[in-house]
């Protein structure tokens, strides 16, 4: 009787198993003279050396999907078993590739994460082959939480070691000296958005964990200076309401492995008048740097209430009427 240890490598163990194990249940099925074992990031084999080695052929094929595509559903695993795993291959890039969106994770209780509209997507496409990515765009159109997606995603394939989560403390017509509670307390609320997609994605114990241990960390930009970030998935949001000076301190704390997202609403700056934002400048001066990218998101990217895209192109079309106003000459 042999035996055999497969370690699960870049992917969560229950990614690999499926929910309720049932992925490893199909397995069973598959090798029922295979003892089975799961236990933690590792799978105990004991059985015949012919069932050993088709069972790691198998495995490896469904870990391979899985990175790829986030998850394998039941029918591309038969696929696996069928012998025809480059046809299984076609199929779920066919599916996590339909006019739905790709799938980025999948979250707590399951839920897909989804790149929904073409620029969100594009977001996706263009983290993959650059370093820093600006997305703008104005609110409702899921710039921080694919951002976040992307981050999250990278956490768990183990490509990074981090999260750092950062946002502007710039008060939007509220005073934070005369909000209850101390600075933590003050922040939070400006960091709440960031809060809510990580709730989304991971679950709340494990996502207590990593707040506590730093593996992610949510903070206002500020406390980034003289840092150096590196192996971290860095999401700097509604950077709007950074400076120049600001921006390029957050930009100049990237560490050799490191990945930047910054995003933004050039139309919701609330600095003070007197105050130029540094993603207007950012948007002027990097662009063309290899390695820098940007996506822009239009109102047909909202994925909020259906209004919210009224709402937006109804004070897009109140600006442009104010502009002309002011430029016309007056008789």
Do not use: C, W
């Not at 977001?123 to 939480?145: H, R």
């Not at 948007?283 to 109102?299: C, S």
């Amino acid at each position: 009787m042999n035996t055999k240890e497969i370690l699960i490598e870049h992917l969560e163990s229950a990614e690999a198993f499926g929910v309720h194990h049932q992925n490893l249940k199909t397995f069973e099925t598959h090798f029922p003279q295979l003892k089975i074992v799961a236990r933690g990031n590792q799978v105990n084999l004991r059985g015949s050396e012919f069932d050993i080695s088709l069972f790691e052929e198998k495995f490896e094929q469904m870990l391979k999907l899985i990175r790829r595509f986030g998850a394998i559903t039941e029918l591309q695993l038969e696929g696996i078993f069928s012998g025809d795993s480059v046809q299984t291959e076609k199929t779920a890039a066919a599916e996590n590739m339909g006019p739905q969106g790709d799938i980025i994770l999948y979250g707590n209780h399951a839920k897909v994460i989804r790149a929904k509209t073409p620029n969100q997507r594009k977001m996706v496409s263009l983290m993959q082959n650059n370093d820093i990515l600006f997305a703008i765009g104005p609110a409702g159109t899921g710039k921080t939480y694919t951002a976040v997606a992307l981050a999250v995603k990278a956490l768990k394939n183990k490509e990074i070691k981090r999260i750092i989560l950062a946002r502007p403390a710039v008060e939007a017509g509220e005073n934070l000296g005369f909000l209850p509670g101390d600075l933590k307390e003050k922040i939070d609320p400006y960091l709440r958005p960031l809060y809510d997609a990580l709730d989304d994605m991971i679950p709340a114990d494990k996502l207590k964990s990593y707040i506590e241990t730093r593996v992610i960390e949510i903070a206002p930009m500020a406390f980034m200076r003289g840092r150096t970030l590196d192996n971290a998935y860095v999401i700097l949001d509604e950077a709007q309401n950074a400076t120049d000076l600001q921006l390029k301190m957050f930009l100049t704390r990237m560490g050799p492995n490191a990945k930047f997202i910054i995003t933004g609403d050039l139309t919701q700056i609330d600095l003070p008048k007197k105050s130029m934002s540094g993603l207007v400048k950012a948007v002027k001066i990097l662009e063309g740097i290899k390695g820098i990218e940007f996506a822009y998101l239009t109102f047909e990217d909202v994925v909020r209430h259906r209004l919210v895209k009224n709402i937006i192109k109804a004070y897009d079309k109140s600006v442009d009427n104010l502009m002309d106003q002011s430029t016309t000459p007056k008789s």
